[in-house]
């Protein structure tokens, strides 16, 4: 077994949909890294406190989120991880996230991902950390 040990690592294309691949020992992709993610503050002024990849996060209102990319995917197959911490103080600190959808709504396309955040019972409700993670 070998050990890489480098402070960086560049891909052979200054493409950003070209990015560098984990390859089996016979070149088949097995991997990449991630393509963006944010943490932001998903109550009050919505506002990122870091991120790769993303530019803005717009606030569609309570609970409704778009993360908005500064360099756009190949397309929206991507897949997402979407977490939080709710802590808002109001009963239990449980609630579901997830990803936009009310009639029809879109929820992803090539330069953004939208996503909701709910209490318990399902009403939309602003929460106070969101991370999003996203990988293509």
Do not use: K
């Amino acid at each position: 077994m070998a050990i890489l040990e480098s402070n960086s690592i560049r891909s052979s294309s200054s493409s950003f949909n070209s990015p560098v691949q984990f390859l089996t020992s016979g070149g088949t992709q097995n991997g990449t890294l991630c393509r963006a993610w944010v943490n932001f503050n998903g109550t009050g002024t919505v506002a990122i406190r870091a991120d790769f990849n993303v530019n803005t996060i717009s606030d569609n209102g309570t609970g409704d989120y778009t993360v908005n990319f500064s360099s756009a995917m190949s397309d929206a197959n991507y897949a997402v991880n979407f977490w939080g911490q709710r802590g808002d103080g109001n009963g239990s600190n449980y609630g579901w996230l997830g990803t936009y959808d009310t009639s029809g709504g879109v929820t992803q396309t090539a330069s953004a991902y939208r996503c909701n955040s709910h209490n318990s019972v399902g009403s939309t409700l602003d929460w106070r950390v969101l991370y999003v993670s996203i990988f293509r």
